[in-house]
């Protein structure tokens, strides 16, 4: 069982902004910069850090990252986009954090990388576990399970707040479920965050309560519930806004 983490002296707990986190953190070399927004380049993941208590420069400073129709994908948001946004999903989740989880290496899983993305893809395509970018596999380890040369089921990391690590694109095609894959390649990717001295933590649909029920009878257990929202900037952009790319930050290096 993993040992839980001491909150930073400022009392802000890593997983209460997990994006902001891993970006100011192990993240930190993918970070886009705009004011105080943070984001994940758009093929890598398509998480945004806003500030707790957005101000209109905030959201324009969100806008003009992601330019004219792009989308701006948050968790753990509080306030709601300008009016002139378009708000395109909206869910409520559950964050669920190792308890003591029974982590394993998964004999049959092999490891994914860069070749494997259009495989990984058209699996993300025909399971729908969540966003899954052409660079997503960037992120950390992913594992899978191949049949007859065919990619169907795998599992990895997403966002990584300092200390901790998020299981994300957990799924099964149709045709192997009920195998326990995605409970196999679950614990191993557990198993190798544990390696690293992190603890493993994932979000899931509040709706999805099989899903949740099956974490928590791995050893996950809830943290807390959650939101996500994804909204399109306007286009065009508000006329007070400069154009696409006038004015961007330097990406990680000029975080700190």
Do not use: K
């Not at 966003?131 to 399970?145: H, N």
């Not at 196999?184 to 979000?203: N, S, Y």
């Not at 999805?208 to 974490?215: C, G, I, S």
């Amino acid at each position: 069982m993993s040992t839980p983490h001491a909150t930073p002296a400022d009392g802000a707990h890593p997983l209460d902004s997990p994006v902001r986190s891993a970006l100011t953190g192990p993240h930190a070399h993918f970070t886009e910069r705009r004011g105080r927004i943070l984001r994940y380049p758009a093929d890598v993941a398509p998480w945004v850090a806003m500030p707790e208590a957005p101000e209109a420069r905030d959201w324009d400073d969100a806008a003009a990252l992601a330019g004219p129709g792009g989308a701006v994908t948050i968790t753990a948001f509080r306030e709601p986009p300008p009016d002139d946004w378009e708000i395109v999903f909206h869910a409520e989740g559950v964050q669920l954090v190792d308890a003591g989880v029974a982590t394993e290496p998964f004999p049959e899983a092999v490891r994914l990388g860069p070749a494997d993305v259009p495989d990984m893809l058209a699996l993300v395509e025909r399971t729908r576990p969540g966003p899954f970018l052409p660079r997503t596999v960037e992120l950390g380890t992913y594992l899978g399970v191949r049949r007859d040369g065919v990619l169907v089921a795998m599992a990895g990391e997403r966002m990584r707040p300092t200390g901790w690590s998020e299981i994300s694109a957990v799924c099964t095609d149709e045709s192997v479920r009920g195998q326990g894959l995605g409970t196999g390649l679950v614990r191993a990717v557990a198993h190798e965050i544990r390696q690293r001295g992190e603890t493993p933590f994932l979000h899931a649909a509040a709706a999805n309560t099989n899903a949740v029920r099956l974490y928590e009878a791995m050893g996950f257990a809830l943290r807390r519930r959650t939101s996500f929202l994804s909204a399109l900037v306007p286009d065009p952009l508000p006329t007070r806004l400069p154009a696409p790319g006038g004015g961007r930050d330097a990406r990680a290096a000029a975080v700190r």
